[in-house]
């Protein structure tokens, strides 16, 4: 089974479904400009040169520049925390001729829901999310594409139904 579907958009970057074992998939992961990795060895250089900074302020008799540099450092660690605890957020979308998975990462924790194919339903839901339900369960898609895009994503996906 050949995956000729027009490549939906992901935050400006191909994302077509690929074929795995006969099963379709698409990803959509969340567009990050920096690995969790690469913010942690920033966050570590960043907090060394400051802290580097107030000792020589402490050196020089300015004391109290040493706890505003430790409250600087806790407040932007806790902010890189957030950031990099969603940086690997995605969603996936698997489909074969017995089952449509729908998994969806968030903050490290992923939630999965399992449809019959012959029975799920696809639309572009109020929210402006794709929403595909069946059998008494539903999941939402779409968190990361751009909103535009998300009607031809749906199309898509229901043309691929059809197929499998």
């Known amino acids: 089974m050949a995956a000729h579907w027009v490549s939906t958009l992901d935050s400006g970057s191909f994302c077509a479904p690929s074929e795995q074992d006969g099963e379709l998939v698409w990803q959509f992961k969340r567009n990050c400009s920096i690995s969790p ?47 990099a605890r969603h940086a690997a ?36 839901g109020e929210k402006g999310l794709i929403e595909i339900s069946g059998t008494g369960r539903q999941a939402f898609i779409g968190r990361y594409t751009r909103p535009e895009r998300r009607e031809k994503l749906a199309r898509d996906l229901r043309r691929a139904l059809l197929v499998v």
């Open 37 to 83: 990795k690469q913010l942690l060895f920033f966050f570590v250089s960043l907090a060394l040169a400051s802290s580097f900074v107030a000792m020589l302020t402490w050196e020089a008799g300015a004391t109290l520049v040493t706890p505003f540099t430790v409250l600087e450092l806790l407040a932007l660690g806790a902010a890189l925390l957030a950031y």
């Open 89 to 124: 957020d995605r969603e996936r979308v698997v489909m074969s001729a017995q089952l449509l998975v729908v998994e969806w990462e968030s903050a490290g924790r992923i939630e999965r829901v399992e449809f019959n194919p012959r029975w799920a339903r696809i639309v572009v």
